[in-house]
C-alpha cells in the first residue's frame, strides 16, 4: 500500500518561502511511469494543481504558479518537495501531495497539511 505523508511548518510569513516535504512509503518515486504532484485548496475555492516531478526528475509547473515554485526530490530518502516563494496570505490552503501514474488520474493522496500565510 502507498502512503504518502506531508511535512512542513503550518505557519510562514509573508514574503518567506514555503517549503513541504512529501515522504512515500510502499513505493518509489523513480518508479517507471509515476508522477509525483503537489496539489492545493485554499478556503473555499477548489483544488489547484501545481506541479509534479515524474520519475524522470524533470519538474513541470502550473503556468500560474511557475515563477515562484520548485519541486525537487530526494531519491536516497523517497521524497520530494515543494518550495513556493515570496508567500502571501493567498497561499494560505491545505497542501496535498499525490501520485498519478502516466495517463491516469491521482491514485493515492496524502491526507493534507494546513499552511497558514499570516505576519
Known amino acids: 500500500q502507498v502512503q504518502l505523508i506531508e511535512s512542513g511548518p503550518g505557519l510562514v510569513k509573508p514574503s518567506q518561502t514555503l517549503s513541504l516535504t512529501c515522504t512515500v512509503s510502499?513505493?518509489?518515486?523513480?518508479?517507471?511511469?509515476?508522477?509525483w504532484n503537489w496539489i492545493r485548496q485554499s478556503p473555499g475555492k477548489g483544488l489547484e494543481w501545481m506541479g509534479a516531478i515524474p520519475y524522470s526528475g524533470s519538474a513541470y509547473y502550473n503556468p500560474s504558479l511557475k515563477s515562484r515554485t520548485s519541486i525537487s526530490r530526494d531519491t536516497s530518502k523517497n521524497q520530494f518537495t515543494l518550495q513556493l516563494n515570496s508567500v502571501t496570505p493567498e497561499d494560505t490552503a491545505v497542501y496535498y501531495c499525490?501520485?498519478?501514474?502516466?495517463?491516469?488520474?491521482?491514485?493515492?493522496w496524502g491526507k493534507g497539511t494546513l499552511v497558514t500565510v499570516s505576519s
Open positions: 510502499g513505493g518509489s518515486i523513480i518508479a517507471n511511469f509515476y508522477y
Open positions: 499525490a501520485r498519478r501514474m502516466e495517463d491516469y488520474g491521482m491514485d493515492y
